[in-house]
């Protein structure tokens, strides 16, 4: 069993390294939803912050969520909880260890991209932001039904959040340049694996540029 792993840093892809999709979708900011996975301290541990991914991935996501806030695109954060009890946290004990305490040097999200009011902070339980969340709920009562989804991990949670929306029949957009993961190579088989099986990946230039 082991941790987090230490995380090398490396180039983000550009836009002509994102892959085309199979899907024909076309992100409309009347639709969409904004979704910031996991940029908790804990999970940011690991990288270099003065450099790639982890620095500009942080940068645009700030841009993505300020250009939401200003278009009335609702915000959504999922932070894990600190000090999980062992049976609520399930096989992920096995895989990751006990994970993050309670302390705001784990669980506090990274001060750059602090919620703000009005925004929607979401219990994470499992890799994808719908198990065991009201996340379907709160974006279909809001007549939400794309989901951009920015934040750490690329290849776990964010690609297993895109894939339950699918699945729901919430169109996916994956932030190729909003996204860090463990490695380039994870990071590029996350958006493959996205754009040819659940959704469309986008560059932060090309989805600010679709908002407006």
Known sequence: MAGLPHIAPYALPQAA???GARGPWRLEPGRA???IHDMQNYFLRPYDRSAAPLAPVIRHIAALAASARVRGIPVFYTAQQGNQDRRDRGLQADLWGPGMTADPAHQAITAELTPEPGD???VKHRYSAFQRSNLETLMRVRGRDQLMICGVYAHIGCLMTAAEAFQRD???FMIADALADFSREEHDM???WAAGR???VLGTAAALQALG
Request: proline share 6%; glycine share 6%; charged share 15%.
């Open 17 to 19: 390294e994102i892959p």
């Open 33 to 35: 939803a904004l979704l």
């Open 120 to 122: 929607h902070m979401l």
């Open 170 to 172: 919430i169109e996916a």
């Open 190 to 192: 996350a958006l493959k």
């Open 198 to 200: 659940c959704g469309i």
